[in-house]
């Protein structure tokens, strides 16, 4: 890949570290405290990263332990199209709030505007994907996310924070640019990452392409006051910590197809309303490739913890895990591990 010019967005080997070094340029160099909406909040405006490898798209912080079950369920919610309630809301409660009805939500339910076909058209993720195949080196695989009208309510709940995602395909190569019109340093930014690499790496496979860079450009990057000590404890933790080595994401099957989404889908489903519970074995006889398999054994570990009162997590379930999933498992609910013991 060509050297980048000295005005590119700063380049990190992970989210790990971008998201350190937002955390230090916010709290640290902020332009402006202002509380818009009566959210009291430090900002930065025009603040971009790039990621060398979006696969590493996790946080590994004892101060910020982060629910990673959350975080696939949201970016499944997003591939799948979805706009109910039910789902999101049963992962984080706090999504409620977003919902005119009770039922669904707008805004923010980026995969219908993403993922969704409509009255037999193809869904605009379909016509890029087209569009990358055929036509090299494009630069129109944009999918807009913010539509005219979004501002006609001003009393909307759920304004989306996402412009659009942007594909470029380079030298066998799978790059994406995001656009943010605003972003949570210590909470949206976390779960947005997460989702957006996902889906990036998910058309790499698709597309039989290796996986890029990926870009994240914001234009009002904030922190609410509220954030700001745990924000402190995370800059202090790494700082603490020198470095030192973190649990590695490991690589989506390129032969992945919508047929292993629509499964492991399917079986969060009958796992959120507690219709199932899984062994591994189980889940190993469902025709998923590993990477799946692992996956949806998070959707069981959250059965476990919603479902079984405070018993521990079943221990062949939470070994069965990738590491860096257990790892945060173990760090968002440390009562529920058997035997209270953490790996490092």
Known sequence: MPNSPAFAPPAFASFHDAYLG???????????????????????IGVSF??????????????????????????????GGRTDLAMIGHYAPTRRADSRDGVTIDGSAYGARIFAARDDVLSPYSRVLELLRSEKNSK?????????????DPNSPDVPCLLGLHFLEREEQLHMVTYMRANDADRGLVADV???????????ALLGLHLGTYTHHVGSM???????PRAERSIAEAAADGGGARPVVTEMPLDTAWSHIRTVLTHEHLLRTNQVQYAPRDVAGLGLPRYWQRALL????????????????????LAALEP?????????????????????
Not at 22 to 44: I, M, W
Not at 50 to 74: C, G, I, K, M, W
Not at 222 to 228: A, F, K, P, V, Y
Not at 332 to 342: A, E, F, K, V, Y
Request: proline share 8%; aromatic share 12%; net charge positive.
């Open 194 to 204: 997460y989702s957006f690499t996902l889906i990036q790496e998910l058309t790499a």
């Open 50 to 79: 790039q990621l060398t490898d979006p696969r590493q798209r996790s946080v590994f912080l004892d101060a910020r332990p982060v629910n990673p079950v959350y975080h696939l369920a949201e970016a499944l919610w997003y591939l």
């Open 140 to 152: 129109r695989a944009f999918l807009p996310v913010f539509r005219p009208g979004e501002l006609d």
């Open 222 to 228: 904030h922190l609410g006051t509220r954030s700001l």
């Open 22 to 44: 937002v955390l230090k340029h916010v709290t640290g160099s902020f332009q402006y405290a202002n509380a818009p909406r009566g959210n009291d909040s430090r900002e930065c």
């Open 298 to 317: 998070l959707f069981e570990v959250h059965r476990q913890i919603t479902f079984c009162a405070a018993d521990p997590i079943d221990p062949d379930v």
């Open 324 to 344: 860096w999933a257990r790892w945060q498992v173990e760090r968002r609910w440390p009562s529920r591990i058997p035997n209270g013991g953490m790996a490092r």
